[in-house]
């Protein structure tokens, strides 16, 4: 598993390599054991979709900076392989790409077993998930994390990738959702 590190600065972001430069994130990434915090994102149609719409499935928010980046894509591509073996278990894909470049990549490449979110105007995902860069030369992106939450909205497993161009876990990330 990736290593993350609190920044002894301001208490509150996490540290993590983007393009050989330190960056930070905008605040705390949330912990396991704590509810997942409800939030909107927009999809292909530009309709609002909260989380707690896929409430009573297993969750996998891979969140990454954009997927006009190769370990971007390649992450899409992968959970949309591999998550589909998953019962009762939907992906989410959140980057502050549009929609519709969401939706053109997805469609191009032939991915229908996860779903695109983009978080371009989710203010209470930027806020509560504490994973926008905040500096560095992605400022304004998302930093690459995997969170997977259980039926019942809580937080069950975490990463922060330390390194951007690092590819997440998959194993754990999957591991940890067909646990429960």
């Given at each position: 598993?990736?290593?993350?590190?609190?920044?002894?600065?301001?208490?509150?972001?996490?540290?993590?390599?983007?393009?050989?430069?330190?960056?930070?994130?905008?605040?705390?990434?949330?912990?396991?054991?704590?509810?997942?915090p409800d939030f909107r994102?927009?999809?292909?149609?530009?309709?609002?979709?909260?989380?707690?719409?896929?409430?009573?499935?297993?969750?996998?928010?891979?969140?990454f900076p954009s997927l006009?980046?190769?370990?971007?894509?390649?992450?899409?591509?992968?959970?949309?392989?591999?998550?589909?073996?998953?019962?009762?278990?939907?992906?989410?894909?959140?980057?502050?790409?549009?929609?519709?470049?969401?939706?053109?990549?997805?469609?191009t490449e032939g991915l229908?077993?996860?779903?695109?979110?983009?978080?371009?105007?989710?203010?209470?995902?930027?806020?509560?998930?504490?994973?926008?860069?905040?500096?560095?030369?992605?400022?304004?992106?998302?930093?690459?994390?995997?969170?997977?939450?259980?039926?019942?909205?809580?937080?069950?497993?975490?990463?922060?990738?330390?390194?951007?161009?690092?590819?997440?876990?998959?194993?754990?990330?999957?591991?940890?959702?067909?646990?429960?």
């Amino acid at each position: 598993m990736c290593v993350t590190t609190v920044n002894d600065n301001a208490g509150k972001e996490e540290t993590v390599i983007c393009r050989g430069q330190e960056a930070h994130t905008s605040g705390p990434m949330v912990k396991v054991g704590q509810q997942a915090p409800d939030f909107r994102a927009t999809n292909a149609d530009l309709q609002d979709v909260s989380l707690s719409s896929f409430k009573g499935k297993r969750i996998i928010l891979n969140i990454f900076p954009s997927l006009d980046t190769p370990t971007c894509a390649l992450s899409v591509r992968q959970f949309n392989a591999r998550a589909s073996e998953l019962e009762n278990t939907v992906v989410l894909c959140l980057s502050m790409d549009l929609p519709f470049a969401q939706s053109r990549f997805c469609s191009t490449e032939g991915l229908n077993n996860v779903v695109p979110l983009s978080v371009f105007r989710s203010h209470d995902f930027l806020k509560e998930y504490g994973l926008q860069l905040a500096d560095g030369p992605l400022r304004g992106l998302m930093a690459r994390a995997v969170i997977v939450i259980d039926e019942t909205g809580k937080v069950r497993y975490t990463q922060l990738v330390s390194n951007i161009s690092n590819e997440p876990d998959y194993d754990a990330a999957l591991q940890a959702a067909n646990a429960l």
